[in-house]
């Protein structure tokens, strides 16, 4: 039993902090909830009580178990959400109570309070991100100055630095289009700092090869080491990582003297004592230059008294204003991942200085952190498989490309499911380059795509594949798959004359996804039709007309796959995207970049099985080339639609059993 004068002890020193935090609630005006990391509800205020935040509006609108586990990585993280039909802004702060973890929510729903902060977080976020515009765009500069110079009285042979252009144009145009995404208000700061799995390596290399041609322009060298060299699939906030690589390799590679030395390790940590929880992996991030090393005067201006990088000196001096923007982004990066940093002199020898007698050679930059593996690396641990693909594509390599966030998590789970390595990308450009990498031959039996995507559309993909394999430039040689919401005879000619195996329709159930692809890779008959229980063709009732929101066997496919919880969280993240898109269209008035995006929407609603939702985009789509006022009408059943979803969902959230 426990020790009754321990636990008195502890009660005495956390009841003053719980007196104070109860008379901040209590006297708030904004809504304020301390909960545990299980939603439980320990203090509310009366905002709060108005509005309805229960135990299960916290696990159905928040997504409350990630949301706690970002607070508590990083101290505190911004939220930003929907709840009957009101805006919410504001934060999640991570509070120790002696033995007991909390977390007070603090939000606010007047007009005027939530435009405050969102243009704080919008214009911090603006910062970050024009910071890191620089670098590639620079990039892209220099490799345009070394293949002009290359090419002048040269043969007609193809330059190898073309790919490095391609490779830095995209990254800055994946910048700017963030940027704009986030000045319109499309994206939120909580949308930002959404967690998602990701390649650690491929990252790390991303970057590389994206500083190469600033490092070759000034005659110095890059070298980058990886361990371990396969697959580091890992969960959490990329954009973060992302901005802590980027700024780290950027300033030695401009500045690193004539050989910079990267290397990125990831091992697992140490294992959690509650065998429910994910054992995390420790991440180290190692830039070791040759520049000389850094003046202490200059390490003082960078880090303050502070080597964690949680003090950054704001020094307008023109000669630090560059390292000192970079190192506030870095700074921010590493304190919401919750790491820290080490900025330690080099020897010549390679190793960290300790004779501080002898000559210092470089700098050593050093990022330590821990984030989980993958959901697809440990999926067979926590949920179970459909029957019918359970283990059916074991030995399959996998290349999906989907733009949608929530279709491609989708993809790439119900393939990981059936056994099959998947890694999956958000545009054709990059699937190039991941398919022009060596192991590709080897590793990738089967590409999955999209059709319809940015920059370049899945028949322009197949165009491109072709072409560099009929000249050379291209091992790869495995079967392709397409996937769209619009089957039409002139599409599946193009694409089958393009050597497509065959094009698939949304929506798609998991079994039928899985099944096709198995036959597509033996060589097998398949009859598999996309199950749509009538939801996929457009028809002319209005969204109003159809009495369900859901189609049964798609959500019940999904739960069971996934288990309720998750999957109302798709479905959450579908409606979510469906939301922004539609908030976005005015009557008359469409790109084709709108276009792409409704499309990308309807068909994460379909392959989540909202079916009334997914029904009423399409009847947007379908309007788009018609009339202002059939595009004002299919708006507003689409609008319907919508709320109509976002009830049900709620409710079948609310019946789930982990909330009752």
């Not at 790491?339 to 210092?360: C, F, K, N, S, Y």
């Not at 084709?592 to 789509?621: N, P």
């Amino acid at each position: 039993m426990p020790d009754e004068k321990e636990s008195a002890l502890n009660a005495a020193k956390v009841r003053p902090v719980l007196q104070a935090i109860a008379r901040l609630i209590s006297t708030d005006r904004r809504i304020a909830i301390l909960a545990t990391g299980k939603a439980e509800i320990l203090l509310s205020n009366p905002p709060a009580n108005q509005l309805g935040l229960d135990v299960a509006a916290l696990k159905a609108t928040f997504s409350w178990p990630t949301l706690c586990a970002r607070a508590q990585r990083s101290g505190s993280v911004a939220v930003s959400t929907t709840y009957k039909a009101t805006q919410l802004e504001g934060e999640l702060v991570h509070l120790s109570l002696g033995n007991a973890e909390t977390f007070l929510l603090r939000l606010v729903e007047t007009d005027q309070e939530a435009v405050q902060l969102q243009n704080r977080a919008r214009a911090a976020t603006l910062l970050r991100v024009a910071h890191d515009l620089r670098t590639p765009i620079q990039s892209v500069l220099a490799s345009a100055e070394t293949l002009f110079e290359q090419e002048k009285g040269a043969a007609a042979a193809p330059n190898p630095r073309t790919a490095d252009v391609q490779k830095s144009a995209q990254l800055a145009l994946t910048h700017i289009e963030k940027v704009i995404r986030v000045i319109r208000g499309e994206l939120t700061s909580a949308d930002l700092q959404a967690d998602e799995d990701f390649d650690l390596g491929e990252e790390a290399r991303t970057i590389v090869d994206m500083i190469k041609p600033i490092v070759h322009g000034r005659g110095a060298s890059v070298t980058l080491t990886v361990e371990p060299q396969d697959q580091l699939r890992l969960h959490g906030p990329v954009h973060l990582v992302r901005a802590l690589l980027q700024n780290m390799f950027d300033n030695s590679g401009k500045h690193g003297g004539e050989a910079i030395d990267i290397h990125v390790t990831c091992a697992p940590g140490p294992k959690q004592q509650d065998s429910k929880k994910q054992s995390e992996n420790i991440i180290t991030v190692q830039v070791a230059d040759q520049g000389g090393g850094i003046p202490d005067a200059q390490k003082a201006r960078l880090l303050g008294s502070n080597i964690d990088g949680t003090r950054i000196d704001r020094s307008t001096d023109a000669k630090t204003e560059r390292t000192s923007a970079g190192m506030s982004v870095l700074a921010h990066a590493i304190s919401h991942l919750g790491g820290h940093l080490e900025l330690l002199d080099r020897a010549h020898d390679g190793e960290p200085l300790i004779d501080t007698t002898q000559p210092v050679a470089g700098t050593i930059l050093r990022a330590t952190f821990s984030l989980p593996g993958a959901a697809a690396d440990t999926a067979a641990e926590d949920l179970d498989a459909t029957p019918s693909s359970d283990g059916l594509l074991k030995g399959l390599g996998i290349l999906v490309v989907e733009d949608s966030p929530s279709s491609r998590d989708w993809l790439v789970h119900s393939l990981s499911q059936a056994g099959a390595q998947v890694e999956g990308v958000e545009n054709g450009l990059r699937a190039m380059r991941i398919l022009q990498r060596p192991d590709a031959a080897q590793n990738i039996n089967l590409l999955l795509t999209d059709m319809t995507l940015p920059h370049i559309n899945g028949v322009e993909l197949l165009r491109g594949i072709r072409d560099e394999q009929s000249k050379g430039r291209l091992e790869w040689d495995g079967l392709i798959l397409g996937l769209t919401a619009h089957v039409n005879d002139k599409l599946r000619e193009a694409c089958l004359a393009l050597g497509m195996v065959r094009l698939l329709e949304k929506p798609i159930r998991n079994a039928a996804l899985c099944h096709a692809v198995y036959c597509a890779a033996h060589s097998k008959d398949d009859n598999t039709t996309a199950a749509t229980d009538g939801s996929a063709q457009p028809t002319k009732k209005t969204p109003a007309t159809l009495a369900e929101p859901f189609s049964a066997r798609t959500v019940k496919d999904l739960t069971k796959q996934l288990g309720q919880e998750a999957a109302v969280g798709f479905m959450m993240r579908a409606h979510a995207e469906a939301q922004a898109i539609l908030d976005e269209i005015t009557p008359g008035k469409q790109s084709a970049e709108t276009k792409r995006l409704l499309h990308a929407a309807t068909g994460s609603s379909g392959l989540t099985g909202l079916k009334l939702l997914e029904h009423g985009l399409r009847q947007v789509e379908l309007s788009l080339d018609t009339s202002e006022t059939t595009q004002q009408v299919a708006l507003e059943g689409a609008r319907e639609a919508l709320d109509a979803t976002q009830k049900a969902i709620h409710t079948l959230g609310s019946s789930s059993p982990d909330n009752r």
